[in-house]
């Protein structure tokens, strides 16, 4: 049983900054991921960004890649994506994930967070 709860979201304009948070609760960490998602009104469930819990290795869609920045905190359980020189592209809501597999295939995760919406306005 794994749960995870988002915040952080919030209204920027272009070129503006916002860090997301997820607090992750989890039996173990060991093998496992945790990535962000975005879904914008009338899209598909995009790739953001991933990390490998035991290593820390992340990595990134290619959309945000030298933007965004993606961390986490072993001893808080709690992961953060640093998000730089914003998009009005960037509006969606923000979830987080936990899961092992591919970690770009948003079906191969087994728990979701309820999301956080992002707004850029230009």
């Known amino acids: 049983q794994v749960h995870l709860v988002e915040s952080g979201g919030g209204s920027v304009q272009a070129g503006g900054s916002l860090r997301l948070s997820c607090a992750i609760s989890?039996?173990?960490?060991?093998?496992?991921?945790a990535a962000w998602f975005r879904q914008a009104p009338g899209k598909e469930r995009e790739f953001v960004a991933a990390?490998?819990?035991?290593?820390?290795?992340?990595e990134y869609s290619d959309s945000v890649r030298g933007r965004f920045d993606l961390s986490r905190n072993s001893a808080q359980n709690m992961m953060s994506l640093q998000m730089n020189s914003l998009k009005p592209d960037d509006t969606a809501v923000y979830f987080c994930?936990?899961?092992?597999?591919?970690?770009?295939?948003?079906?191969?995760?087994?728990?979701w967070g309820q999301g956080t919406q992002v707004t850029v306005s230009s």
């Open positions: 990390i490998r819990w035991s290593t820390g290795n992340t």
């Open positions: 989890a039996r173990s960490f060991s093998g496992y991921r």
């Open positions: 994930a936990f899961g092992w597999g591919n970690p770009r295939r948003s079906n191969e995760y087994d728990a």
